[in-house]
């Protein structure tokens, strides 16, 4: 298994080389958004010889005018071409409402309304960017996302698109009481690439959220444990986001790989 | 299917007390500023990069709230603004620098130049103008220069 960790911002840079000069982490995930606007190569001299994996947060490609992507393909696509990655990520999620506007919270999509869309512009975004995507399953609050494992089947069987499976986001789906993590069974056991991350349970409605700043829930190490054979020739990605020292985030690769 | 609202509440205080750092210190109930906040603007809101500013004027036509507003306040919003303009950085691959002003700030303005290295953060500035008194932003395609620049109404 191939141990990655998340690089989201330029003042993390340093604590990504410690823990991958350490060999604590064997390549880094670059979240593209932060990023994208400085050429390739400065990328590749700032991590040297490290595998690269890319994750794209805010495409928003479902809401963008073909032109908008047109537009914005022309910048990534060289520069995926450069980074070579091990996979290319990105999110099924709604950012704006109807009107354009942004929403207070990212959004699931209407599994049940929302396919044939959703499938064309999944296969259009595919071409523009020239590369197979992988998409992260959501951290469902809501019941809206019960039938997102049924959806995401669907929809790579039709797009050749491929899960990228967030174990702590299925695990808190199934907190919330909107998904069971074992109708991901099926999608999991073809899954090459993986995230996990903590969460935290907020006081007043106990939902579980998607958060990247606490450690790895045990339940969730549980998860993980039991698809170790599965996980041993797969990517594991650990997110942290913010408050992460290089002791903390070595500490939790620890955890991960003593389950291995 | 809707969220709750705590829920909503909690992750537009997270939005904008994480770069407002010296009203989140006056501010003694947060919980009761935005409620207030999100009561009146919901129907209407928008959370892109403009909601910073978008909290500053209703907040400067609130009597009960202005003892929390000065300067250094409005400014944080307008550098609040920009930071989350540079964090959708996919909207704008090409730009090097965004330039804001606001209708409460006279003679004054917030730029932010992005990184142009993997280890440097964006570098924010503190920029004289003489446009009118207006919430307008302008964008920068030429690293380090507002030189022709196109002011443009933030309004939606």
Known sequence: MQIGINWTSPKKLSIIKQLLAEKSADFCEVMVDNFAHLPAKTILAALSDTPIALHIVSSRFLEKSVSQLQALATTLRPW????????????????????????????????????????????????????????????????????????????????????????????????????????????????????????????????????????????????????????????????????????????????????? | MTLPAEIILQSI??????????????????????SDFYAENSSKLNMDWRLPVTFLNWLCNQKAYSGLIDEAVMTECLISAVLRWSLRGLEHCSAKGIVLISQHLAGKGVGLWKSETADAMSKLVIIKHVTPLTDAYAISYQQGSWEGVKWMALAD
């Open chain 1, 80 to 260: 995926i071409k450069a980074l070579q990655p091990i996979y290319v990520s990105d999110h099924l999620i709604k950012f704006c409402d109807p009107d354009g506007r942004y929403l207070p919270m990212l959004s699931e999509l209407d599994y049940e309304r929302d396919f044939i869309q959703t499938a064309k512009r999944v296969e259009e975004w595919q071409n523009l960017l020239d590369t197979p995507l992988f998409f992260e399953n959501h951290a469902s609050l809501t019941k809206a996302g019960r039938k997102q494992s049924y959806f995401f089947t669907r929809l790579l069987n039709e797009t050749g698109a491929k899960l990228l499976f967030d174990f702590s986001n299925a695990y808190i789906a199934q907190h919330n009481q909107v998904c069971d993590v074992s109708e991901w069974e099926t999608l999991v056991g073809q899954a090459k690439h993986f995230h996990v991350a903590g969460f935290h349970i907020d006081k007043k409605t106990r939902l579980a959220i998607d958060s990247h700043a606490q450690e790895i829930d045990a339940a969730v190490l549980t998860m993980i444990k039991a698809k170790s054979i599965k996980l041993k020739n797969s990517t594991l990605v650990i997110e942290f986001e913010s408050d992460v020292t290089v002791e903390k985030w070595a500490n939790e690769i620890s955890k991960i790989r003593n389950l291995i």
């Open chain 2, 13 to 34: 205080r997270y939005q904008l007390f994480s770069f407002l750092p010296q009203l989140s210190l006056r501010c003694q109930n947060k919980h009761k500023l935005i």
